[in-house]
């Protein structure tokens, strides 16, 4: 049984991020692509199972499977946001799930409960490689919520389940006798009828290239700024989430950057400016979007700083940007 290399390379790309080296994990296919634009290469179940072991071993992370789902959720663009571009009913969308997950990860088996208000989502694997198992299930029940929530653009109440639930997990989880997510059905259908609000067809690729150009650097402040864009949904997360997904405290992260003459808010303003000067030169991106996606409360508050980036106001910049040379 093949599956598809990139659910592998998510967990490798993580594990260098917490400090494992790339020569001690077993050797990947030479065929293995690193470009999530191209199409995917496969690997054996063996070496997923071999790869993911090694992993396991040196983090000893119990919950590596939920840190690696948040780490990769923007660079899979994907199992939720692209059945989305295809199904136009909440039927249509299980059914494409359970399409992708049948070539992409077909250990992964799907049931699918809909309700009158509710739809719940069911995944098992029948094997007995249980920890390694329970790794992979809530690393995909982690990107189907992140998803869920990126493509509805608000707060929403979903719930995920896992026989493993304790006090250590973070909030949305629950204890279940199955690994589920469950949500309310308005929640899909809504998605479903504004597919296209945050126009992530453009959005993503821009945030996976500037991952790209990060990874060629090897500082501390690099790391924290591909984990910020990988775990972006697409608003950049703070600095609690970061340092749970590196393993420290949000002192010590700070503590590291000062030692290469940076604070955690230079970074967030930094990658918000970048990420800023390629969205305004994008009719379909408002103020209000900006706002949104830069993590402002109010469009006031985005203003403000783009006044200290800029200088002047993002109407007027933008028409800058479209005047011909």
Same mark, same amino acid.
């Given at each position: 049984m093949n599956i598809l290399s990139s659910h592998l390379r998510y967990f490798t790309d993580y594990a260098r991020i917490r400090g494992?080296?790339? +020569? !001690?994990?077993?050797?990947?296919?030479d065929s293995t692509s690193t470009d999530l634009t191209e199409p995917e290469s496969m690997v054996t179940q063996e070496e997923f199972y071999e790869i993911l072991k090694e992993i396991d071993r040196q983090l000893t992370d119990e919950l590596l499977g939920i840190k690696c789902g948040n780490f990769i959720s923007l660079k899979l663009l994907g199992i939720i946001y692209q059945i989305s571009l295809q199904a136009t009913t909440v039927e249509e969308a299980f059914h494409y799930l359970r399409s992708y997950l049948e070539v992409a990860l077909p250990i992964v088996q799907l049931k699918t409960v809909i309700s009158e208000k509710e739809a719940r989502i069911e995944l098992r694997i029948d094997n007995r490689e249980d920890r390694i198992n329970r790794l992979i299930i809530e690393n995909c029940l982690t990107i189907i919520s992140r998803e869920l929530r990126m493509m509805v653009g608000r707060?929403?109440?979903? @719930? !995920? @389940?896992?026989?493993?639930?304790?006090? @250590?997990?973070?909030?949305?989880?629950?204890? +279940?006798?199955?690994?589920?997510?469950?949500?309310?059905l308005t929640i899909l259908k809504a998605a479903l009828k504004d597919r296209n609000h945050l126009h992530l067809d453009m959005l993503v690729p821009e945030y996976l290239k500037m991952i790209e150009q990060l990874q060629s650097g090897n500082s501390f402040a690099n790391k924290v700024r591909i984990t910020m864009l990988s775990m972006s949904d697409p608003k950049l997360p703070d600095i609690q989430s970061i340092s749970d997904a590196l393993y420290l405290t949000p002192r010590t992260l700070q503590r590291r950057l000062v030692q290469e003459e940076l604070t955690y808010r230079e970074i967030t303003e930094g990658l918000k400016k970048q990420i800023c000067s390629f969205l305004l030169r994008h009719d379909p991106y408002s103020i209000s979007s900006l706002t949104y996606i830069l993590g402002y409360a109010e469009p006031a508050s985005f203003i403000h700083s783009f006044k200290k980036w800029y200088g002047d106001s993002p109407q007027r910049v933008r028409r800058r940007l479209k005047e011909p040379f």
């Open positions: 494992v080296a790339a +020569d !001690i994990l077993p050797k990947l296919p707060d929403v109440n979903i @719930g !995920i @389940g896992t026989p493993y639930f304790h006090s @250590g997990y973070p909030a949305d989880w629950v204890l +279940d006798q199955h690994f589920s997510v469950s949500f309310e």
